[in-house]
Each structure stands twice: as C-alpha cells, then as structure tokens.
C-alpha cells in the first residue's frame, strides 16, 4: 500500500496501534467499575497538562501525563475520603480542567487554536520522540492491564469482597485511575482528548455484546480498539479525513454490528430452545 511509503504514516501506524491495545485495556476496568465517563474527565484535566506545557516550555505529553495522574489520585481520594459523590468529582475534573487549559493557554499567549490537535486528536503529525514515550507508555499500561487483571477486575466487581480477601483496594484503585490517565495521554495525539473516552470504552461495549468471561471480553475489546485505530487510520488517509473521528466512527459501526449479531445469536437460540422443548 503507498500508504507505507510517508515516514509520518508509519510513525501513524505504530502510535495507532499503541493506543488501539492501550485504550480499552484499561477501558475494560472502566466500564466494568461504571466509570465509563472517568476518561472525559482526565481528559479535560490533561488539557490543562497540555496548556502547562506550552506555558513552561516542556514537551505538552509530559505535563499532561503529570497532570492527569495527579487528577486522577484526586479524583480517587475525593472517592475514597470526601463527601463528594463520583458523579460531582467527574463534573468539577469536566470544568475545572477546559478552564485551566483555556486559561494557561492565554497566559502562555497562545491561541485556543494551539489547544486543537491535542483536543481532536493529529496523528499524522507526532514525531519520532513523540513515538518513544507514546510506546513507553502504551507498554506499561498494556503489560500492567493484562498481568495485573486478577487484581484489578476483583477491586472492580465488588470491593468489600475484595478487601476482606486481602486485596490492597486503596493502592489498586488508585492504579486503575492512573493508568486511565496514562492512557488519556498516549492516546490524545491519536483521537484527541475529546473523544480518547470513546476508544476507550465503546470496544468493550463491542466485545461484551459477544462475550460471556471477563477475560474474553478484555482480549477482544483489545482487539477492537487495536482493529478500529488502525482501519480508522488508514481509512482516513483513503478518503481524507480526520484520523480521530474516523477511528471513533469505525469502532461505532463495529458496536452496531456486534449488537446486530448478538440479537441474530439471542433470536437463533430461543428458536431452538422452543424446538427442543416441543
């Protein structure tokens, strides 16, 4: 494919198949936890990173990893020790992050237009060194989702059961929370921070209309997210369009037809099910 021929499409292809992996293998504790909105409100708190960063004059990805990781412990000790219900905590990450970005964007005497590639995602754009950290990164997320999974799904099914049975909730919560942070970052050059939440959890939202285990469904929502960032890449390189709305839409359609399949699969066992009883 000529596709291959561009060096920035190449560097493309590795960031989008980095984020693909990375996004729902921590979406998956997300969802499975209910905080499918978490990733909107880190992503919101990143801007504020990115903004930092052209304020101070260091690599945005860098301050927004900060950043976001530290919204993130807040986010979980506000949780944890405050009377501050989730639902709140989210919408003071949603506000309190645009205006800070906004803000330190103005101090910095930049434009809100510098803020766009970060918030609708330029992937054709990262650079080589961009690559490097985005694959550090993507790695620890990916390695940390899958090796700690047994942990990190029994603190996201049921909490209590999971600290009478000795299982350190505070710390691993946390983690979930950070690494979501982590993800928000590797991702928003890719899809942007506004729409990082989708890749994030509408592949699991795929994989669990077909699956039936935990496991099942972190694998294969991995390979949806891993499927939509690259088909999404290269089809907006086809039909020049944005690779962030294109990746999000390409996981979209495949929801639908994970859904359709799954209601044919429903229809096709009740049939038989009546057939055998008759």
């Known amino acids: 494919m000529d596709i291959f021929q561009y060096e920035f499409m190449r560097i493309a292809l590795v960031a989008a198949v980095f984020t693909g992996l990375a996004a729902p293998a921590i979406g998956t504790f997300l969802v499975q936890r209910r905080l499918a909105l978490l990733g909107d409100g880190l992503g919101h708190v990143a801007l504020t990173g990115v903004a930092l960063g052209l304020l101070t004059g260091i690599a945005p990805t860098v301050t927004a990893v900060v950043v976001a990781a530290l919204g993130a412990v807040l986010i979980e000790l506000l949780r944890m020790y405050g009377r501050t219900s989730a639902d709140v905590a989210l919408a003071m990450l949603f506000y309190g ?19 766009n590639a970060y918030l609708f995602g330029a992937i054709t754009t990262i650079k080589s060194s961009d690559l490097v ?7 620890v997320v990916i390695v940390l989702s899958l090796g700690l999974s047994p942990q990190l799904f029994a603190v996201c099914q049921d909490e209590e059961h999971a600290r009478v049975s000795g299982v350190p909730v505070r710390a691993y919560s946390i983690l979930i929370a950070v690494l979501a942070a ?17 890749l994030m959890v509408v592949p699991v939202a795929a994989s669990q209309q077909l699956t039936r285990s935990f496991r099942t469904t972190h694998l294969a929502a991995m390979a ?33 037809v994970a859904s359709l399949a799954a209601s044919a699969l429903a229809r096709t066992r009740s049939a038989r099910r009546r057939v055998d009883s008759t």
């Open 224 to 256: 949806i997210g891993l499927f939509s960032a690259v088909g999404g890449l290269v089809t907006s390189y086809q039909i020049d369009t944005q690779p962030g709305p294109t990746i999000v839409m390409i996981a979209l359609a495949v929801f639908a």
């Open 133 to 139: 950290l985005v694959g550090v990164l993507g790695v």
């Open 182 to 198: 982590v993800t928000i970052t590797v991702a928003m050059r890719t899809v942007g921070l506004l729409l990082v939440s989708a």
């Open 97 to 115: 992050g645009i205006a800070g970005g906004v803000l330190l964007t103005n101090l910095a005497d930049e434009s809100a237009a510098s803020l």
